[in-house]
Every structure is written in structure tokens, then in C-alpha cells.
């Protein structure tokens, strides 16, 4: 069975930074794409970004590019997000997702395959 296990995010100050991971069981996810999604309360899941197997290619939302930074150790099967100059606005339960047709760096809910129970990131103003 596979399973995406998000950890890392909390409560903290607008300005201040956070770092999410999402380890991966039951399957290896070294040649797939994996990516991260956010759902504020009464709004749909919004893409915050993707990285393709090798960690080579990158993609980001535009309201998280320059402050937010993902990464991956295909060796521990895991997937980053490093969150930083945080505001208010990114308050949201946050999503790491994995799919499994080789696609290069997906950015829509459609094209992932599996999907972690979400953590939650609470930025205070």
C-alpha cells in the first residue's frame, strides 16, 4: 500500500519560515514527479509546486516564487518543502502528492496519483 506521510508544519509569525517533508512507503517514487498542493478553508486545492525525478527541474506558483523552495533525496524517497518570508495568506493545509506516468513537472490535482493526509500551516499576522 502506498502511503505519503507529510510532517513539519505548525504555527509561525508572517516573516518566519518552515520546512515541510513527505516520505514515501510502499513504493519507490525515484523516477516520478512529485509535488506540493494547499487548501485554505472554502477554497480548492491550489497548485504551490512540483519536481520532476531528478531534481533537475523545478516549477512554482506564482505566489510562492522566491519565497518557497522544493527539493527531494530520492535515497530516502522523501520530497521537501522549504517555506520561507511566510504571510498570512499562505495559511493552508498543505499536500504532498506523487504521481506515476513519468510526467515531467504536473501541476494540476489531475495528474497526480497519490496524495498525502495533508499538514497544517498556520501563518500569524
Known amino acids: 500500500q502506498v502511503q505519503l506521510v507529510e510532517s513539519g508544519g505548525g504555527l509561525v509569525q508572517a516573516g518566519g519560515s518552515l520546512r515541510l517533508s513527505c516520505t514515501a512507503s510502499?513504493?519507490?517514487?525515484?523516477?516520478?514527479?512529485m509535488g506540493w498542493f494547499r487548501q485554505a478553508p472554502g477554497k480548492e486545492r491550489e497548485f504551490v509546486a512540483t519536481?520532476?525525478?531528478?531534481?533537475?527541474?523545478?516549477h512554482y506558483a506564482d505566489s510562492v516564487k522566491g519565497r518557497f523552495t522544493i527539493s527531494r533525496d530520492n535515497a530516502k524517497n522523501t520530497v521537501y518543502l522549504q517555506m520561507t518570508s511566510l504571510k498570512p495568506e499562505d495559511t493552508a493545509v498543505y499536500y504532498c502528492?506523487?504521481?506515476?506516468?513519468?510526467?515531467?513537472?504536473?501541476?494540476?490535482?489531475?495528474?497526480?496519483?497519490?496524495w498525502g493526509q495533508g499538514t497544517q500551516v498556520t501563518v500569524s499576522s
Open positions: 502528492a506523487a504521481e506515476r506516468n513519468l510526467s515531467t513537472v504536473p501541476i494540476t490535482t489531475g495528474e497526480y496519483d497519490y
Open positions: 510502499g513504493r519507490t517514487f525515484s523516477r516520478n514527479a
Open positions: 519536481i520532476n525525478w531528478s531534481g533537475g527541474i523545478t
